[in-house]
């Protein structure tokens, strides 16, 4: 109990900035007891995760491989992974006490955990075997404790992180930031871009009082004000969420990221261009998106604007490719999706070949149309901008080139989106059957027609043509579910929302 005690105190440390603190207080316990060993490797490795840096992976790596051999000191001794199969009746689990159950979690935990670590340490894939085989490991174990009574559904998942963040125990702050990263970010990019804000605002109440200046309440505070539309209270609350600790920087990256956004909503290019810089000089999370974005955002800057800057747009689109990284063997799809459109300014073409309105791809790629649609005055500056684009291409028609057609789709399917958030349904449909209609004719964003037909589909089920919807919805899954093998890999993307979607019967 004194140990559960004491790391609740080290998670209130924690959830208030002081970092350090919950460290040094869980370190000389972290080899004793399981509880410290769990949450003092569980911080550095988040620690590592943020930074992205080798010598914090190694670290976070080497806490974990600490913390597991002192689970281990309290899992039976015949240990339910090795006799997995031998176990699997009522009898021997009954054999486990509380505090072996206890230590079965913590150790499926800290496998997860290491196993995260050893994805991104490198590509080498003797490393990503390895990482496999301990989500494995990790995964026998819950299959275990769902076999006594935990449950894998989605569902009954949610309603028990939801009675996690009711509570009082030292879980309840982490089931509260788990279900707002899956209202916040997961539904939004995983579904249909409908969050459930008034849950969220309900669950994170309690904790933001009790931490008023806890970075990561505020972010969450200002992710939710941000899907409810009110853009420039969500700038503020990021602001203060910068402000408020200098202990961990990686949590002002957090915040830039989502000032770079909220400024790409308003089109204030300037200002977007700022915070993407910050990102390119200080986060390592992904500098090939980066520098891409840094280069898309500058690209709708007036050219006087840009040369204001003394950044290069053609140096900084060719510098993505050789910025790009592999995890567990593999390429991060945005980054190979910010390649192969970083292609149309490689140095061997006769010149470069413009991107159309690129800041306004990326915020569809990030599902950003979404978060717009609340508020008509953004949806409107957006449309006009879309629209600008749309004759300037028509203007230049008679200077066709091989991504002329590409171009004019992504136009479309963009205004398209406008027009579906400033509730235009007939005009959008126009517009999404424009690209539909194209597909043939595309020569390199084929990832354009099923995110067109999903966009369809949902303006479909705003008009209560549930029917259509459900069919247009299945066309596309049962059309794309093979085809990134081929075609642009972010459009993995929508495979997973199309999935989602029909599984969880969004549609309705």
């Known amino acids: 109990k004194c140990g559960l005690e004491e790391c609740a105190v080290a998670l209130n440390l924690f959830l208030s900035n002081k970092f ?5 207080l869980l370190r000389p316990w972290a080899k004793e007891s399981m509880y410290h060993a769990l949450g003092y490797s569980t911080i550095v490795v988040l620690q590592a995760v943020m930074t992205f840096e080798q010598q914090d992976i190694q670290n976070g790596i080497s806490a974990m491989k600490d913390a597991l051999q002192t689970c281990q000191k309290y899992r039976k001794k015949c240990t339910v992974v090795e006799s997995f199969s031998s176990l699997l009746s009522r009898g021997s689990l009954e054999q486990l006490t509380e505090e072996e159950m206890h230590a079965e979690i913590c150790y499926a935990e800290c496998l997860l955990q290491k196993a995260a670590l050893t994805f991104v340490q490198d590509e080498n894939m003797i490393n990503f075997i390895k990482g496999g085989l301990k989500i494995r490991t990790s995964y026998q174990i819950y299959k275990l404790l769902e076999f006594i009574g935990f449950s894998g559904n989605r569902e009954l998942g949610l309603l028990q992180l939801q009675e996690g963040a009711s509570g009082r125990s030292m879980r309840s702050p982490l089931c509260c930031l788990t279900i707002l990263a899956f209202h916040t970010y997961i539904s939004l990019i995983l579904g249909t871009g ?10 994170l109440a309690p904790f933001l009082r009790q931490f008023p200046n806890g970075s990561l309440m505020l972010f969450y505070h200002a992710r939710i004000e941000l899907l409810k539309g009110n853009v420039e209270e969500a700038q503020e609350i990021f602001r203060k969420c910068i402000s408020v600790q200098e202990e961990w920087k990686q949590f002002h990256h957090l915040c830039y990221w989502e000032l770079m956004w ?29 520098v891409f974005l840094k280069a898309a955002i500058l690209s709708m800057l007036p050219e006087e604007d840009v040369v204001a800057t003394k950044e290069d747009v053609v140096t900084l689109f060719r510098q993505v490719d050789s910025l790009k990284q592999r995890i567990a063997g593999k390429s991060i799809p945005t980054e190979k999706f910010a390649v192969r459109k970083s292609r149309r300014y490689s140095a061997s073409l006769p010149a470069p070949v413009k991107l159309i309105v690129p800041a306004l791809e990326m915020m ?26 749309e004759a300037a291409l028509q203007n230049e028609s008679k200077y066709e080139n091989d991504y002329s057609v590409d ?14 958030n400033l509730q235009r349904p007939l005009q959008a449909e126009l517009c999404f059957n424009h690209v539909i209609q194209s597909e043939k004719l595309l020569k390199y964003d084929h990832y354009l027609v099923p995110f067109t037909l999903f966009e369809l589909a949902f303006l479909y089920k705003s008009q209560g043509e549930i029917d259509k919807a459900i069919k247009t919805l299945e066309t596309a899954r049962n059309n794309y579910k093979d085809y990134s093998m081929d075609f642009a890999s972010v459009s993995n993307g929508i495979c997973y929302r199309l999935d989602l979607v029909l599984k969880w019967k969004m549609i309705f």
Do not use: H
Not at 20 to 24: P, Q, R
Not at 270 to 284: Q, T
Not at 365 to 378: E, H, Q, T, Y
């Open 364 to 389: 569809y790629v990030w599902n950003g149309f979404p978060v717009v649609s609340k508020r008509k005055d953004l949806s409107e500056n957006l449309l006009v901008t879309v629209e600008k684009a």
């Open 262 to 290: 909220i400024y790409v909503f308003q089109q204030n290019w300037m200002k977007a261009y700022y915070y993407s810089d910050l990102l390119c000089k200080e986060s390592k999370w992904s500098k090939a998106t980066y």
């Open 407 to 420: 171009d004019e789709c992504l136009v479309k399917l963009l205004k398209g989106c406008c027009l579906k």
């Open 20 to 24: 350090t603190d919950a460290l040094e």
């Open 194 to 203: 409908e969050v459930n804000v008034v849950e969220a605002e309900n669950l």
